[in-house]
T-cell receptor
């Protein structure tokens, strides 16, 4: 089935520093979605990328989809304490009808 | 505009008991998905249902687990004879039309098996 590798697993940053998480696949993806899960919470949809080379921005968050549609990244500029949580990439297809999630990157912010 | 609802939010069972988890999708959504999340892990797809039909249960353990989405009422994930390894957060998600639509997640049910 579809698999996605997400790195790093944990990222400690000082408040105000930037943060990036990466998602990689060995196969070409039809689309990729990003979710955020706060501690004790549930996944909340952030964005879906569909086109090769696509870049989308949401305030301090920048999402990129690679030209070959095999990788994606989420970059947060000037992190704030409200950014704390786990960021997951997820892909559809590959046999199962549900989403296949990466293991997530836990963002820990030190004040 | 109610989102996806799940109940109970927390469920404690002893080994060998049954657990029933309920999910009401967002209004207008006819596609329901169940995922399991172990501590510090990502979400694992279990089953995809439409009204009265199981479309894909490739992620569901073959024994003790079952799911349904009846014509009336919520979707139910049922775990029989629970074991400690079943302790996890179980999330339900719904989408309006197809599996490639954005999925909206409920708050989850945290199952603890003693």
């Amino acid at each position: 089935g579809q698999q996605v590798m997400q790195i790093p697993q944990y990222q400690h940053v000082q408040e105000g520093e930037d943060f990036t998480t990466y998602c990689n696949s060995s196969t070409t993806l039809s689309n990729i979605q990003w979710y955020k899960q706060r501690p004790g919470g549930h996944p909340v949809f952030l964005i879906q990328l569909v086109k090769s080379g696509e870049v989308k921005k949401q305030k301090r968050l920048t999402f990129q989809f690679g030209e070959a549609k095999k990788n994606s990244s989420l970059h947060i500029t000037a992190t704030q304490t409200t950014d704390v949580g786990t960021y997951f990439c997820a892909v559809s297809g590959g046999g199962a009808d549900g989403l296949t999630f990466g293991k997530g990157t836990h963002l820990i912010i030190q004040p | 505009n109610a989102g996806v609802m799940q109940n109970p939010r927390h469920l404690v069972r002893r080994r060998g008991q049954e657990a029933r988890l309920r999910c009401s999708p967002m209004k207008g959504h006819s596609h329901v998905y169940w995922y399991r999340q172990l501590p510090e892990e990502g979400l694992k797809f279990m089953v995809y249902l439409q009204k009265e039909n199981i479309i894909d249960e490739s992620g569901m353990p073959k024994e003790r687990f079952s799911a349904e989405f009846p014509k009336e009422g919520p979707s139910i994930l049922r775990i029989q004879q629970v074991v400690r390894g079943d302790s996890a957060a179980y999330f339900c998600a719904s989408s309006p039309r197809t599996r490639t639509d954005t999925q909206y997640f409920g708050p989850g049910t945290r199952l603890t098996v003693l």
